[in-house]
Each structure stands twice: as structure tokens, then as C-alpha cells.
């Protein structure tokens, strides 16, 4: 009897300390997966972060542009710097959003003759997409006033004056957002697959 309680015991006894190693070793397996999984959210978000930072910017193909049937040739300069259009339209720009485009210049005595020459035909708008895009379409451009801008440059090269300077172009990436909501809504844009915001990713974690 006294041998078969000590063997019952000692039955038990090895069943706690298998159940024990087993809670261990699964707590062990865990632990690492979890640890694994970390690694590879941070590495991830890490990498994320030095992907460029994809801006837009509001392109309008002014009517000097249209009339002197540039409008290929302005573009094939864009699509070559790699920029994708992610939205466009042929529209005749009403005096109401001429002033409110322009505002800044809105109460100044030149005003009318830009509205009369920007109202004069319609005109291709477009939503360009790139790596600081905004920077390289104005690097593009050349100055505003077309007599000052060097040959090579898109205004050099097609512009006449300081008005007839082919294409209108933001300034700054708050403006490219406030221009390109003004002239489409959300439905009429699209992303290319490549689009990355890296100013909103930030490694999972951290």
C-alpha cells in the first residue's frame, strides 16, 4: 500500500513538473513570436520613413498655352522629370474663382487684365504627383516673367512675357492642397499605387 501511495505521489509530482515546463516553454515561444513581431513592425515603419515623401501640386496650362497648342510639349517635359497625373480637366475659369485663385493680388490695379486674359479661352487644370515635386515644377518653369527666364526652362522656351508665362504652378505645398481642392473633389483624383505619405508614418511603437 505505503508503494503505491509513494508511486501516485511521485506521479503527480512529475505531472506538475511537465504541465510546469510546458506552461514555460509555450510562455518562451510566445515571448519570442511577440519579440519577432515587434522587430519586423519597427523595421517596417523604419523603412517606411525613408521612402520620399510624395507632394502634388496644381498645374494650369494658361490660355497663351492652349492657343499656341504647347500643351504636349509642356507636359512630355513633366511626365520625363517622372511626375504622374493624378487628376485633370479642360474647364473656362469663371470670374468668382479667378479672384478667389487670386486673392492675393485681387485688390491690385493690374487684376482685371489677369482675369480677362485667364477668362479668355478655357484651359487644361491638372493635379501633378512627384518626390518635392513642388520645388523641381517651378525649377522647371524658370522665373515668372518669361523675358527673364533662361532657355531650357519651360517659360523660357515657350513663354513671352510676364502675364503669357504658360503655366501656372504652386508655390508651396499648403497652397498645392488648397488649389488642387479648389478646382476637384476627392473622387476626381488618383493616386498612383507608389504614393507614399511618409509625413504620417512613424514605426509602430516608437
Same mark, same amino acid.
Given at each position: 500500500m505505503a508503494a503505491n501511495v509513494l508511486n501516485s505521489s511521485c506521479a503527480v509530482q512529475m505531472s506538475i513538473v511537465v504541465i510546469r515546463a510546458f506552461v514555460a516553454l509555450r510562455k518562451m515561444v510566445l515571448d519570442q513570436k511577440a519579440l519577432v513581431k515587434n522587430a519586423l513592425h519597427i523595421g517596417m515603419g523604419m523603412c517606411m520613413l525613408d521612402l520620399p515623401y510624395m507632394?502634388?501640386?496644381?498645374?494650369?496650362?494658361?490660355?497663351?498655352?492652349m492657343e499656341k497648342k504647347e500643351v504636349g510639349?509642356?507636359?512630355?517635359?513633366?511626365?520625363?522629370?517622372?511626375?504622374?497625373?493624378? &487628376?485633370? !480637366?479642360?474647364t473656362r475659369l469663371t470670374p468668382a474663382i479667378l479672384r478667389e485663385h487670386y486673392a492675393h493680388v485681387a485688390d491690385k490695379p493690374f487684376y482685371p487684365e489677369i482675369e480677362r486674359f485667364m477668362s479668355s479661352r478655357p484651359v487644361i487644370v491638372m493635379a501633378l504627383q512627384g518626390e518635392d515635386i513642388v520645388l523641381k515644377v517651378r525649377d522647371l518653369l524658370g522665373p515668372t516673367d518669361?523675358?527673364? &527666364?533662361? !532657355?531650357?526652362t519651360i517659360r523660357g522656351d515657350f513663354g513671352t512675357e510676364m502675364m503669357k508665362n504658360v503655366v501656372h504652378a504652386s508655390d508651396s505645398d499648403a497652397n498645392a492642397k488648397i488649389e488642387i481642392a479648389r478646382f476637384f473633389s476627392?473622387?476626381?483624383?488618383?493616386?498612383?499605387?507608389?504614393?507614399?505619405?511618409?509625413?504620417?508614418l512613424v514605426a509602430p511603437g516608437v
Open positions: 507632394q502634388r501640386t496644381l498645374i494650369i496650362f494658361k490660355p497663351d498655352c510639349n509642356v507636359l512630355d517635359r513633366f511626365e520625363r522629370a517622372g511626375f504622374a497625373i493624378i &487628376a485633370c !480637366k479642360m518669361s523675358r527673364k &527666364a533662361p !532657355k531650357g476627392t473622387g476626381e483624383i488618383f493616386s498612383t499605387a507608389s504614393e507614399v505619405r511618409a509625413d504620417r
